[in-house]
């Protein structure tokens, strides 16, 4: 596996993935568009990913500076349990931390895998994201705790 920034050219790819998720699963998978990934990867943060030896994506990671976000992370199901989601998400936070000490903040689905998964690496729940998600942030302060661990 290569773990490696995310380019233009991943953005089908990053889709596929996206899309094959069973969990937090878009309503509409026109609802973000490959222009909206270029704009997350190119303009607004970054994006990682994890390649495989076939070239095919198993999992991305994508932070908004501009929002101070997490915009999104997911791995392949087949993919899962392999340690790639926490190797992408430690490569992201790592790089929003360099560039901002301001909080970073994601939404997941209730009663999902992610809530554990996230609880798990140190992310505080802080409430609702609107009505279909669990809010939570993390600090600086908490990934550089989290992160010396």
Known sequence: MIYREALISDKKNIQLV????KENRLSNPNQVTD???KEYITVRGKGW???LMNKEIAGFAIVDLKEGNVWALFV??????LGIGKYLHDLMMDWYFKQTHEKIWLGT???TRALGFY???GWKEVGQNGLKEVKFEMTIEDWQLKSFH
């Open 76 to 81: 392949r199901p087949e993919d899962e349990g």
């Open 49 to 51: 990913v994890c390649e």
């Open 109 to 111: 689905g209730f009663n």
């Open 119 to 121: 609880r798990k690496l």
């Open 18 to 21: 996206r899309n094959a998720v």
């Open 35 to 37: 222009d909206d990934c």
